[in-house]
């Protein structure tokens, strides 16, 4: 089972994404979270094997979750969803270490690359 921690303050995006997860016979243990703390505290605790974070959040950006994940562990997969892609915006992230850059009005996508951005070993 794969433990996806899902940074997206909306509930209707956090449902489309589970039902692709779902229609794509995935074994996803999700979790979502909204904002700062309780990603701090998901990372921690709920141990992700992925993250896929929203990249504009109310008080809290992508780039900065990335940071925060990347402090945690190095190796972990991040993937960033979002509703709006400036033309320099997913380079510039994969620079910082994003693995993956999607956007919401193809979620579809992001089951192939969840397939494809597997955990990395420590």
Do not use: N
């Not at 909204?34 to 959040?57: C, K, M, N, Q, W």
């Not at 780039?63 to 990347?70: C, K, S, T, V």
């Amino acid at each position: 089972m794969l433990r996806l921690l899902l940074l997206e303050d909306s509930a209707d995006d956090a449902d489309l994404l589970a039902i692709e997860l779902a229609g794509a016979g995935l074994d996803v243990d999700l979790r979502r979270v909204s904002g700062r703390d309780a990603y701090a505290a998901a990372l921690a605790g709920f141990a992700p094997d992925v993250v896929v974070s929203d990249y504009d959040l109310p008080g809290f950006s992508g780039g900065e979750a990335l940071a925060m994940a990347r402090t945690h562990d190095p190796a972990l997969p991040f993937v960033v969803l979002s509703g709006f892609v400036a033309e320099d915006r997913p380079a510039d992230d994969r620079a910082r270490g994003a693995d993956a850059w999607v956007c919401k009005d193809r979620m579809q996508d992001v089951v192939g690359v969840l397939r494809r951005v597997r955990p990395r070993p420590t």
